[in-house]
């Protein structure tokens, strides 16, 4: 059956109303899932296994029947490990329909089928007895309900209801026990993703608003590849915290607690930052340990795992503080049942006793809802701040009208602070609009520009004083794009705007480009790549379920990723395959571009990436993907505001590096609906 689905689209702005499969939402759940990941994630997998058979040998010792339940079981793996090890029944509890169904395939195709029951539930809605989902409570609790927060998926409910209802008293627990670190920084990269800086603007300074600066920010967690993270892009000031603990083999609350880690400031400076991450013992002992520390705290950075369903936390306090080498601090986390926050205090100060927990931090300013961290970060590149500030002032005149196209921007304060003679913006919401009024007023430049509340295809001249727009300019930000080239949006509304226009209009930026180059990516591929067998076991029904979902859709697509994180090796020249023209309006026919780019290294291609370049002026471009020279090597260095796209090939090629051969791409721009058709095939000589 299918139905009719109005999805707005991000490139054209337009609703459209396209027919779609009752399966769609399905597919593309399992299409951009972690679970190729996890099966690929050999450290995770072995540990799990080592736990699991030590777990079945304590309870076998105790000359007891093994009965395990495994919550959020996903493949029916660690069911299978259990069962191998000597487990007499398991109950695998796995919530999502299409996901319990390979189980049971993956279960029936290893032969597990009468050891292994797959119960299709919320693991709070199993029932025990003899009608119920149970036959008997479990002595053997296996579970993998842990995001990057440890708690985001709601871990701590599912262990409190399992202790109560589904599992026997002094049960064994895979893992045993998870404990949280964390280190307090001073990093002014990271700092950048949660607070507004001043800006110099030719000599003049922009302040943030004072109720910005004020601002505890959002409470959700940033979650990132901190490998990826120089250690010289910020300064510790506290040791490594062990800030908590849970047991998972004795009842677990999933009530609000607080607790804190007190130390000794071993460096003055500022802080402002907190590095968080966990790990999980899978025995008692703490002999068998599954760690999610960055690289850079290895003797070795080539000896960590890499993983993508787990990476590390980073939290933002909600002020920062001074603090004096030598200073007794204290570092306070909270939970509730699925978040964290952290807050610091001077240990002289405090008094557990007297001292409430701080509560969950919330944004206050909405400037924190407008902007996400990665725009935070954006609009505080000074360098890109230079650029946008330098094509402005070669373009404005005294008598410049300008409008501003993009959301929650800077742009247009900065054509206000440069002289031009009148500047609106269109602001897509309420909230973004007032944030900006923020900006003007605490620079005392209240009514400075003229926010427009109002799509930019509805924009008549009487909302402009009968002005015709003299300078159009865009930044372009988006806060609807997911792919590189949805911020094309700026072109059409550039051609819903032709006609408020003076003859001359200057049009920033001027065109944009789309770039691309064959990659070999070190860790990334693995999201896409079929297991076959894991730790010894058949999950290739997996495999087959992931590739259908892949090709539900007729062609295939790009997908957002951002590459800061994921290091890979360009392995082709990069090149510009599309050029968008904004000082015309979107043409009515197709653009189309084909050509093939040589295997310049050695390595094994993935895929392809592929971004934006915005050509600001003739001489002026800001890039979106690529920040720097390709090395010799083919390392890249990459943006860390925006996502690149990333195509993966359905089988890597190994790249010989010669020239012979190359890879084909065929690009097509349709108009009427935004999107870019592509197609990539490797040609060989």
């Known amino acids: 059956m299918k139905t009719f689905c109005g999805r707005a689209n991000p490139t054209t702005g337009a609703l459209d109303w396209v027919e779609e499969s009752e399966e769609y939402d399905y597919h593309q759940e399992i299409a951009r899932s972690c679970y190729a990941d996890m099966l690929h994630d050999h450290d995770r997998n072995e540990k799990y296994y080592q736990g699991i058979r030590a777990a079945v040998a304590r309870v076998k010792a105790r000359g007891e029947k093994v009965i395990v339940l495994d919550i959020g079981t996903g493949t029916g793996l660690l069911s299978m490990m259990a069962v191998t090890a000597g487990a007499d029944f398991c109950y695998a509890v796995e919530v999502f329909k299409p996901m319990a169904e390979a189980a049971q395939c993956i279960v029936r195709k290893n032969g597990f089928s009468e ?74 990269l990271l700092w950048s993703w949660a607070q507004l800086q001043p800006m110099d603007v030719e000599g003049a300074r922009l302040l943030p608003p004072p109720d910005v600066g ?73 002999s068998i340990v599954c760690t999610m520390a960055p690289s850079w705290t290895y003797p070795q950075s080539k000896m960590a795992p890499w993983r993508d369903h787990w990476m590390q936390s980073v939290y933002f306090l909600p002020a920062e503080r001074r603090v004096t080498e030598g200073e007794e601090l204290s570092l306070t986390v909270c939970h509730d049942d699925y978040s964290l926050w952290y807050s610091l205090q001077s240990d002289s100060q405090q008094d557990p006793q007297t001292v409430a927990p701080p509560s969950r931090p919330c944004c206050t300013c909405q400037a924190h809802l407008v902007w996400t961290r990665p725009r935070f970060g954006e609009l505080n590149d000074r360098r890109r701040t230079e650029s946008y500030v330098s094509a402005l002032r070669s373009v404005l005149r005294e008598d410049s009208v300008c409008l501003g196209i993009s959301d929650g921007s800077l742009l247009p304060v900065f054509a206000h602070m440069l002289g031009a003679k009148k500047v609106f913006s269109v602001e897509n919401s309420r909230m973004s ?50 792919l590189p080239w949805h911020s094309l949006f700026f072109w059409y509304c550039r051609t819903a705007l032709a006609g408020l226009l003076r003859p001359n209009a200057t049009i920033l930026p001027s065109s944009a480009t789309l770039h691309m180059m064959a990659v070999e990516f070190q860790d990334l591929w693995r999201i896409r790549a079929p297991c076959g067998t894991c730790e010894g076991f058949d999950v290739s029904p ?7 979902s892949l090709d539900f859709r007729e062609s295939r697509e790009a997908e957002p990723h951002p590459l800061w994180e994921y290091p890979c090796r360009a392995l082709t020249q990069s090149t510009a395959v599309m050029t968008f023209d904004f000082t015309q309006c979107v043409p009515q026919e197709p653009i189309i571009s084909q050509g093939s780019l040589p295997f310049l290294r050695i390595g094994r291609c993935h895929g392809v990436a592929l971004w934006m370049e915005y050509h600001l002026t003739d001489d002026i471009t800001v890039s979106a993907g690529l920040i720097g020279p390709i090395s010799e090597q083919g390392e890249c260095e990459w943006s860390r505001h925006r996502k690149q796209g990333v195509y993966f090939l359905r089988s890597p090629w190994e790249s010989s590096g010669d020239g012979r051969a190359a890879v084909s791409y065929n690009f097509t721009f349709e108009p009427s609906s935004g999107d870019i058709k592509m197609d990539f095939s490797i040609e060989s000589q």
């Not at 709070?124 to 985001?152: C, H, R, S, Y």
């Not at 923020?438 to 008549?460: F, Y």
């Not at 997996?542 to 259908?548: K, L, N, S, T, W």
Request: charged letters at 20%.
């Open 542 to 548: 997996m495999d087959e379920m992931v590739q259908q």
């Open 115 to 188: 050891k292994i029951k797959i119960i299709n539930k919320h693991s709070t809605d199993v029932t025990v007895g003899p009608e119920g989902d149970m036959q008997m409570k479990a002595n053997v609790l296996i579970t993998e309900l842990f995001d990057t927060e440890l708690i985001g998926e709601g871990a701590l409910p599912s262990y409190e209801h399992a202790h109560q209802n589904l599992v026997q008293r002094g049960c064994e627990a895979v893992p045993h026990r998870a404990t949280v670190y964390a280190q307090l920084v001073e990093s002014e």
């Open 214 to 286: 004020r601002c505890a920010g959002a409470h959700s967690v940033c979650d990132i590849q901190l490998s990826q993270v120089s250690p010289h892009s910020f300064t510790p000031l506290g040791p490594l915290c062990t800030m908590f603990s849970v047991d998972f083999s004795k009842p677990v609350s999933s009530m609000f607690k607080s607790h804190s880690s007190q130390f000794v400031a071993q460096s003055g400076g500022r802080a402002q930052v907190v590095l968080s991450w966990w790990d999980i013992d899978m025995d008692p002992g703490g």
């Open 433 to 482: 609009k007032q944030v900006i009024e923020q900006v003007l007023e605490a620079n005392s430049m209240k009514g400075g520009v003229q926010l427009l509340e109002i799509r930019p295809e509805q924009l008549t001249s009487n909302d402009l004083g009968a002005e015709q727009i003299s300078v159009l300019m865009g930044e372009p930000y988006f806060s609807t794009s997911l």
